[in-house]
């Protein structure tokens, strides 16, 4: 069966059905959420198994390809009483460009241009572009008969992030450009063919990654183009290309593929030909030619029930897709790995290699399949339409692209690593918890919602347009005392994006229980004041036992709904201990102190004696001798809320105390 992605409907966050005037606000699936928020919490209690081995340099991330697949395109609702055209020049300056309104609508734009949003052109309407420099603030779409061409045209299509603009060539639309250059902020961005579009590219100069999906029967002829970017080939499309350099080409394998082959070497290919008519090649529809192209990347994307053999081949990417249901695991799966004779280990398919090598390995879970990773060192994992994926112990080292949850898919990820970008995008959940970002914050796209869960970021989560952004984070102590009072530090807060959202922050609390214990006590209830790297509680231990606890902050939205983060904490006994100084000849107070702490001795004492006083860092905060009368009072007003270790050396003895600073 092959996959038929043409026009993608909307589906409105969470459940998945379309309801564009509900009375009721949409809510989370909490059923699904707090089950995975319960996975989150008893993996993290888990032992970690060790990863993999790799002991390569991880490349730099080419881009994610998969986006191309995954562009939503809805044709607007076209104004009714709108300007014709009719082969008129172009102002310089337009809100946003309709051509196609009525028959023969025609516009041509040379010179400086500004679009201030998207381009559409439909219909027979057709617009060129003479010697102009367009900038363009928004997409590029092209459907019915609708034409575009260009000539010795410089295209500037600005974006905040990337994969935010794309140019799209639908139906039976043409694009035909020659001598033209494109800049897209520096950021990859989208290019997609669909349907039985006709596409013509000639001297393109391109200074950003470009990420393409060919699918239907598009005819795609490119010549001259510096920079190529990566082109998944699918269904019935034709793709040549001639002189131009910097191609990661993507071969679809459908479920209906049997594939013996090998790929030559990409430093320079001079004619180069894949379809069905080529021998060990057969249940593919599509046809790819290369002629004189330099530096092409050699990648494959092979679905379950494809049986694919790669012979003598230097693989630059394999990126599995999870279609029709399935449901999988997948471990084991390493990057910048050298394999003699390796079947990889998804029983879904026959995915074989014989001396190749793998520099990234990629895993795209489509439609309602289930995916369980583990084990895995992985360039990129993406979740669309109604998929699931729950990911533990792997690492995601960003070769491939980035980590992704999108359509009303969900994603959990637990006691992983991702050194790439992590997003949730359009309708989709992400729970990232128990785990580790190392590059940029986990952000939310859309009207999508991120989860972050006791989990070390860069940044805190940030939330775009009208998407929520969670983070419930305590950050410590690991280690405190009883008979004190303890200043839990973390954070809780719920961030809309500019756009706002139907969900907010409402509150948080925190409990505690001792291991083997069932009842959770409170420590803060409904807490209405978010907090963000700050003391959610003082905890007071006064009368508590020694040994584990675990602290528990449950984050709460406007909805009433919550997901819990958990953290072990270890209380130690208050007083450590009396070396031949009977403790009854020490006294300090006021307990908890505020301003100051009154520390008074043995008034007979004659003998030198000396103090420190510790932070729970180790740090000595304040240090010096008592006077004569063995007393000294310490001003504490400067001291931060928390719990300080005393230590008072008297002859040859030693006496230590815990006291606790509250500023109310």
């Not at 337009?94 to 010179?111: H, K, Q, R, S």
């Not at 070497?265 to 008519?277: E, Q, T």
């Not at 192209?293 to 599995?320: E, F, H, Q, Y």
């Not at 998929?387 to 080292?397: G, H, P, V």
Request: hydrophobic fraction near 40%.
């Amino acid at each position: 069966m092959k996959l038929k992605l043409h026009f993608f409907v909307l589906l409105f966050f969470i459940n998945g059905y379309v309801q564009a005037q509900s009375v009721q606000p949409p809510s989370l699936p909490m059923d699904r959420i707090q089950a995975g928020v319960e996975q989150l919490r008893k993996s993290a209690g888990k032992p970690i198994a060790p990863l993999p081995a790799s002991g390569k340099t991880i490349p730099s991330c080419i881009a994610n390809p998969v986006t191309a697949f995954n562009h939503m395109f809805q044709p607007p609702v076209v104004p009714a009483v709108k300007s014709v055209h009719s082969s008129l020049i172009s102002p310089s300056q337009v809100d946003t460009a309709f051509v196609g309104i009525v028959p023969n609508d025609t516009l041509i734009v040379t010179g400086n241009w500004t679009c201030n949003g998207p381009v559409y052109v439909f219909n027979d309407g057709v617009l060129i572009f003479d010697n102009a420099n367009a900038t363009i603030l928004g997409d590029i779409y092209i459907w019915g008969n609708g034409t575009i061409f260009g000539d010795s045209t410089s295209f500037h299509i600005p974006q905040a992030w990337f994969y935010q603009r794309s140019i799209m060539v639908v139906d039976t639309g043409t694009l035909t450009l020659d001598h033209c250059s494109f800049e897209f902020s520096g950021l990859s961005h989208n290019f997609i063919a669909s349907g039985s579009p006709v596409i013509n590219l000639s001297h393109i100069h391109q200074n950003d990654w470009t990420t393409a999906g060919l699918w239907g029967q598009p005819q795609v002829e490119i010549s001259h183009c510096n920079l190529m970017g990566e082109y998944i080939v699918t269904e019935n499309a034709e793709f040549h290309v001639s002189y131009s350099d910097s191609l990661l080409l993507w071969h679809h394998y459908p479920d209906t593929a049997v594939i013996n082959t090998a790929y030559p070497s990409g430093v320079l290919v001079d004619n180069y030909v894949c379809n069905s008519s080529q021998p060990g090649i057969d249940g593919i529809g599509y046809s790819v030619q290369l002629d004189t192209c330099s530096s092409v990347w050699w990648a494959l994307m092979p679905v379950n029930g494809s049986d694919v053999t790669i012979n003598n081949s230097t693989i630059r990417a394999v990126g599995a897709w999870f279609q029709h249901g399935d449901s999988v695991n997948a471990s084991g799966l390493v990057n910048n790995s050298v394999y003699s004779s390796f079947t990889a280990p998804l029983s879904d398919r026959n995915l074989h290699f014989n001396t190749c090598t793998v520099q990234t390995w990629s895993l795209y879970v489509f439609d309602t399949s289930y995916l369980h990773i583990t084990g895995c060192i992985l360039g990129e994992v993406g979740t669309q339409f109604k998929s699931t994926c729950f990911a533990e112990n792997f690492l995601m080292d960003g070769s491939g692209g980035y980590f992704w949850a999108t359509d009303t898919s969900f994603i959990i990820s637990s006691l992983s690593s991702a050194m790439s970008i992590v997003r949730s995008e359009r309708n989709g959940i992400f729970v990232f918890g128990y785990g580790t970002c190392n590059t940029n914050p986990p952000t939310a796209l859309g009207s999508s919602v991120m989860i972050v869960v006791q989990s070390a970021v860069p940044q805190d989560p940030v939330a775009e347009e009208g998407a929520v952004a969670w983070y419930a984070n305590i950050n410590g102590p690991a280690s405190s005392y009883t008979n004190t009072s303890v200043a839990i530090q973390g954070t809780a807060f719920i961030d809309q994006g500019p756009q706002g959202s139907w969900m907010d922050f409402q509150a948080y609390s925190l409990y505690y229980q001792q291991t083997g214990d069932t009842i959770w006590y409170p420590i803060v209830v409904d807490s209405m004041l978010e907090v963000r790297h700050g003391v959610l509680a003082n905890w007071n231990t006064i009368g508590l036992a020694s040994g584990n606890y675990t602290l528990k902050l449950t984050l709460i939205n406007t909805l009433g709904d919550s997901v819990d983060a958990q953290k072990s904490i270890l209380l130690q006994p208050g007083t450590i201990g009396i070396n031949e100084v009977n403790e009854s000849e020490w006294s300090f107070y006021p307990v908890p102190a505020d301003q100051q702490l009154i520390i008074k001795g043995p008034e007979a004492a004659t003998q030198a004696v000396n103090y420190q006083v510790f932070d729970l860092t180790g740090k000595c905060v304040e240090e010096g001798c008592l006077n004569e009368g063995n007393s000294i009072v310490l001003n504490t007003a400067e001291w931060e809320n928390g719990s300080y270790l005393i230590s008072i050396y008297f002859a040859q003895s030693k006496w230590e105390s815990r006291i606790a600073v509250i500023h109310p």
